[in-house]
């Protein structure tokens, strides 16, 4: 009678086993291996796993969940907004009441926000931040929230209330994961108000609070380039590049990453060089002209008939021809730049206009109009402004993704002459450093009073200029072929 008991219980225990793994079950391992799969940076398996979710398993309470992971593989893997969007949207119409609601209305926000072209977007993305603080008081997702709300405050020029937000999330939510950004944020706000002694006591507290976080390094750089703004000295021991490659140079770049680029017609490339200066392989281009910086970290290399953007699309450009249905290639292009909404700029020698493009780079219409400009450099300043300098006027001109001018650094002005200007670089601060070949570097602050003039006997003609993440500035001397560091 034992032996047939334990017979029998040893016949039920896979049925028993397979009673106990219950869909819910299932569908929370599955979650619980993609997040890891996620971290371990097996994305791939890690969507593999979301979507299994919510095909599979559609009825297990772990749907939310999985859409708003798959909704963040769209925006932060694929760079696919529309598809982001629309899993985003999916928690928020179907599971209002889930704990992935809140993280939806946060994405959908920030997907809004980033690609603002127009102050009502903003609006858009303050409402979904709001939605989140409102509705679901008690979740981890409202100082993000609240951080975000900073950003978008920011991105308008409201800096008071930027640095309002910033602060709450630092006194309220101390422990979260967005109190170091808040932390800093609060700092930059008061940086681009002009408040630099409170700023850089932000910043240093940053590195005080959260010394173990992504952000104390950036906040030491941002305490330096403070400090830097109204100390300039040349640094005689910097040394990077040689030969060929600092012969006809037409642009220098430097990275978040502090890879520094150098396009040279000569060598017909843009080459990295290393922090440690090391060069590493080039991008061939023929005939370049401009460097600059897309907001996904790209980099765009602008040659006189195609525009690199990124190591590997090489995009050419057309306008409508005089004639319907034909088109006319663009091939004296000498800057162009990607706007946050996505769109592209690009500018024409030849015609002596910036057009522009949407982000499936569709021609759309001239920018900010039809007249005549002879813009040789377009470059972002951080903040989401378009910065220009316009070599015939001698000008240069900062506008909004409208067309609206923000701000302009004229031809002449107390302390100074733009007689040549041929380069223009933007801080973390959206103070402007123009390359005059007579004059060396002048820094303008964002109010475009002149803070500092970099040369006199150290340039004598400078041609390119590019600053790094501490307030470095790096300046290319045409007549010496090399690049100068002040810091």
């Known amino acids: 009678m034992i032996l047939r008991r334990t017979l029998l219980l040893v016949l039920l225990l896979p049925s028993l086993a397979a009673a106990q793994t219950s869909p819910e079950d299932q569908a929370r391992g599955l979650l619980e291996d993609g997040r890891t799969y996620r971290k371990e940076g097996k994305l791939k398996q890690a969507l593999d796993n979301f979507q299994t979710i919510v095909s599979g398993f559609p009825n297990t309470s772990f749907v939310d969940d999985a859409l708003l992971e798959i909704g963040r593989y769209y925006l932060e893997v694929d760079h696919d907004a529309a598809k982001a969007r629309d899993a985003f949207e999916q928690v928020t119409k179907r599971f209002p009441q889930s704990d992935g609601a809140p993280g939806a209305y946060y994405y959908l926000g920030r997907l809004t926000m980033e690609r603002a072209a127009a102050a009502t977007d903003i609006d858009d993305a303050l409402a979904q931040f709001a939605r989140v603080q409102r509705l679901y008081p008690r979740s981890e997702w409202v100082p993000r929230a609240l951080y975000a709300t900073g950003l978008a405050h920011r991105k308008s020029g409201r800096l008071a209330e930027a640095a309002e937000a910033a602060r709450r999330v630092a006194l309220e939510h101390p422990s979260s994961d967005a109190a170091p950004a808040a932390q800093f944020e609060l700092a930059q706000d008061l940086a ?51 030969g060929d490659t600092l012969k006809d140079v037409r642009g220098i770049l430097m990275m978040p990453s502090r890879t520094l680029w150098v396009a040279s017609d000569k060598v017909k490339s843009a080459i990295p060089f290393a922090p440690d200066g090391k060069m590493g392989p080039g991008l061939a281009g023929e005939d370049l002209q401009s460097m600059s910086l897309a907001p996904n970290g790209d980099l765009l290399v602008t040659a006189a008939r195609a ?16 004639k319907p249905g034909e088109t006319e290639p663009l091939e004296k292009l000498e800057a162009a730049a990607v706007m946050p909404s996505g769109s592209v700029l690009v500018s024409d020698e030849k015609k002596k206009k910036v057009f522009r493009f949407d982000g499936k780079l569709q021609y759309q219409a001239p920018f900010p109009d039809a007249k005549e400009r002879q813009i040789s450099r377009i470059v972002l300043d951080g903040e989401g402004g378009i910065v220009m300098l316009d070599r015939g006027e001698k000008t240069v001109r900062v506008l909004d993704e409208a067309g609206r001018v923000l701000r302009t650094i004229a031809a002449h002005g107390p302390g100074y002459d733009l007689r040549k200007p041929v380069d223009v670089a933007v801080d973390g601060f959206r103070n402007t450093y123009v390359a005059d070949e007579e004059s060396g570097v002048l820094v303008f602050s964002p109010q475009g009073q002149l803070l500092a003039t970099l040369g006199g006997a150290d340039v004598r003609k400078a041609r390119a200029v590019t600053v790094d993440p501490s307030g470095g500035v790096l300046v290319y001397d045409d007549k010496l072929q090399r690049i100068l560091r002040f810091k």
């Open 192 to 242: 681009l108000a002009g408040d630099f002694r409170p700023a850089m006591e932000e910043f240093q507290q940053v590195r005080n609070r959260y010394p173990e976080s992504e952000w104390s390094p950036l906040a030491l750089d941002r305490i330096t380039a403070l400090y830097r703004l109204y100390a300039f000295a040349l640094d005689p021991s910097y040394s990077v590049g040689a």
């Open 307 to 322: 525009v690199r953007l990124g190591p590997r699309n090489l995009q050419t450009f057309a306008i409508p021809g005089s």
